[in-house]
């Protein structure tokens, strides 16, 4: 098998798909990426540049860190301060600021808070550490809960008991439709993502777009991924179909990963979750089912979590809704930047306003 | 937080498969997958493997996308 990136990143084919793209002149076009690594590859790769004027494209609510209320970074920070605590997180919930201070600052002043790349690392701490408590903060959609099922899974086969969860992960059905539902919603096609659909399969996203009358691809991440997505809703658009097409068939099929799927059903159970900007959402989140509840940061801990209010001025729940663009924001550029971040947008190394102050 | 890089399996290791990501190995968990071979492609995330990749797929999709750029081209022409 060929390199896995190099075909996608083929020169002559990127030109000739960018080109395709910028000679649109039909009528204007808002198109929504949902994932936030899409936001990142968008970015990076320099797609806006080779967009016509007809066509925009705005970030959705699919950035897991963007969308974590800063309640969630008030309870890990209480248990950071603990001195039997250890402190697991994936690198980028680091920086998002709490109701007073971030996980940085607390780590700053002497917490036990260490960053892994996967929940699956956890394991070795709690063995290394039997007298401390490790607390992993489980955030993520549907890409990421399966490897977090299978750590409480392994944790429990192990009879791993210094191991708890602060559960706050979601699910990508229920925001998509409540943005669809906001009577301001104007979008005229969606970027699905690609890795959550690998998991969860591509059904659901076909039963939305024929029910909503939306156009859609399921899209992959490399450039040639994303300009493809885009001439797939272009054609779409300018056809009058509206359908979920999978542009990323080498590791999305129709049913998804069903081992995965299982894992999560295994451990995880849907719930209401509170959203950034969306408030809560019924059946968007994920809790641990009652027979892991022993591994139930919250429960463990008894810990409370405490409605916290925005920021001032932050006006990140309109960029997660793609109402406005980060530069709309009278926080961003001003006092609100990568060094100094204001709103979760901006920390997250996927946010929109991240994204769009980095590649300025 | 899709983030997912495309992994070449040189061993597999019970519930493990040590992967090559452009030269750098990794041990990552397997679970998830079935009937894994070593020299099976695999998109890695936090730490597992999501999915194997589909080389046939791969290559009709490649297809695609040249498709897409030509007709696109041909219909911005007879407008």
Redesign the interface.
Known sequence: MSNQFTDFRDAALLHSMAEALSNYAGRPLTFMEVCGTHTMSIMRYGIKGVLPPAIRLVSGPGCPVCVTESSYIDMAVELAKRPDVILATFGDLLRVPGSRESLQTCKSAGADVRLVYSPLDTLAICHDHPEKQVVFLSIGFETTTPVTALTVLKAQASGIRNLSFLVANKTMPRVLEALVADHDFRIDGFLFPGHVCAITGSRFYEEFCRRYTIPGVIAGFEPADILGGLLGLVAQASEERAEAETYYARVVRREGNEQAQQATADVFTPCAANWRGFGTIPGSGLQLQEAYAAFDAKRRFALTEVEAREPAGCRCSEILKGRIDPTACPLFGTVCLPTSPVGACMVSSEGACAAYYRYR | ????V?G?VIRIENTNAVVDV?GVTRSI?V????DLQVGD?L?V????A??????E??V???E???E??????E??DV?
Not at chain 2, 1 to 4: E, I, R
């Open positions: 937080m899709c983030l997912a495309p070449k452009l968990a679970d998830l997958i079935r492609y998109m995330h936090a730490g597992y999501i999915e194997k990749i589909d080389e797929e791969a009709r999709t490649l695609l996308y040249r897409l750029g030509a007709v696109l081209e219909q911005q407008e």
